[in-house]
C-alpha cells in the first residue's frame, strides 16, 4: 500500500468539492471524512441511524466504537448542511448505509471509495498520492494547524506516538508555524 498525502492547500479542498458536485453522496462523503477524521471503515459503514435521531434531526456528534469504547466525532456545520441536503434528497430508511451502492444493499467498496476520491482530485489538478486516507490526514492535518493539539490528534487516531501522528498527518516538527493565540473575549 502506499503512503498518501494529506490535502494541505485549501484551494485544493475546493476544487475538489466542486468535482464532486455531480454526486450529492460523494460530496458528502468527501466533506464527512475531512471533516471528522473517521476511518475509511468507518466512514462506509455509516447509516442513517448513525447521524440521525429518532426525530429524523441530525446529531451533534456520532459515535465510534473502537475497543469497547465510543468515541464521539463532532458533526460540523458544513457536514450537517451536505447531510442535510444528501438525505433531503435520498429515500434512505433509518437502518440503510449513508454511502448505499448503486448496484446493492450495501455500502460502497474501499476500492469504489478510493476511486471516486482519486478521480476526483487528478480532475481537480491535484498532483500527489491521493486516497481514502486521505480525507482522515487531511482533517489531522488542518485541525493541527488550526490549534489542535497533537496530542489530541493522536488520540483521535489511536497512535502510540506524537512523531507518529506528526508523520501521519504530514508534519514536520522542525517547519516553524505562527500560532495565534486569539480568545476574542
Known amino acids: 500500500m502506499e503512503c498518501v498525502s494529506p490535502l494541505k492547500s485549501i484551494k485544493e479542498i475546493h476544487a475538489i468539492k466542486h468535482e464532486l458536485k455531480h454526486s450529492q453522496r460523494d460530496l458528502l462523503f468527501f466533506v464527512l471524512g475531512i471533516n471528522t477524521g473517521l476511518r475509511i471503515s468507518d466512514l462506509l459503514f455509516l447509516t442513517v441511524n448513525d447521524v440521525c435521531d429518532s426525530n429524523e434531526q441530525i446529531k451533534e456528534f456520532i459515535y465510534i466504537t473502537e475497543s469497547n469504547i465510543n468515541k464521539p466525532f463532532y458533526l460540523n456545520h458544513n457536514v450537517r448542511k451536505e447531510l442535510k441536503k444528501y438525505l433531503s434528497m435520498q429515500n434512505?430508511?433509518?437502518?440503510?448505509?449513508?454511502?448505499?451502492?448503486?448496484?446493492?444493499?450495501?455500502?460502497?467498496?474501499?476500492?469504489?471509495?478510493?476511486?471516486?476520491?482519486?478521480?476526483?482530485?487528478?480532475?481537480?489538478?491535484?498532483?500527489?498520492?491521493?486516497?481514502?486516507?486521505?480525507?482522515?490526514?487531511?482533517?489531522?492535518?488542518?485541525?493541527?494547524?488550526?490549534?489542535?493539539?497533537?496530542?489530541?490528534?493522536?488520540?483521535?487516531?489511536?497512535?502510540?506516538?506524537?512523531?507518529?501522528?506528526?508523520?501521519?498527518?504530514?508534519?514536520?516538527?522542525?517547519?516553524?508555524?505562527?500560532?495565534?493565540?486569539?480568545?476574542?473575549?
Not at 437502518?95 to 481537480?124: C, E, G, M, V
Not at 501521519?168 to 500560532?179: A, C, N, T, V
Request: charged share 25%; aromatic share 10%; proline share 1%.
Open 92 to 185: 434512505l430508511s433509518s437502518n440503510d448505509f449513508l454511502f448505499k451502492s448503486k448496484k446493492k444493499n450495501q455500502p460502497i467498496s474501499r476500492q469504489q471509495a478510493y476511486r471516486i476520491i482519486n478521480q476526483a482530485a487528478r480532475n481537480a489538478g491535484v498532483t500527489g498520492k491521493i486516497g481514502t486516507h486521505t480525507l482522515r490526514k487531511t482533517f489531522g492535518y488542518h485541525a493541527y494547524r488550526k490549534g489542535i493539539a497533537i496530542s489530541i490528534l493522536m488520540k483521535i487516531f489511536n497512535h502510540h506516538s506524537t512523531s507518529e501522528t506528526f508523520s501521519y498527518i504530514g508534519i514536520d516538527k522542525k517547519e516553524e508555524q505562527l500560532i495565534k493565540v486569539d480568545v476574542n473575549l
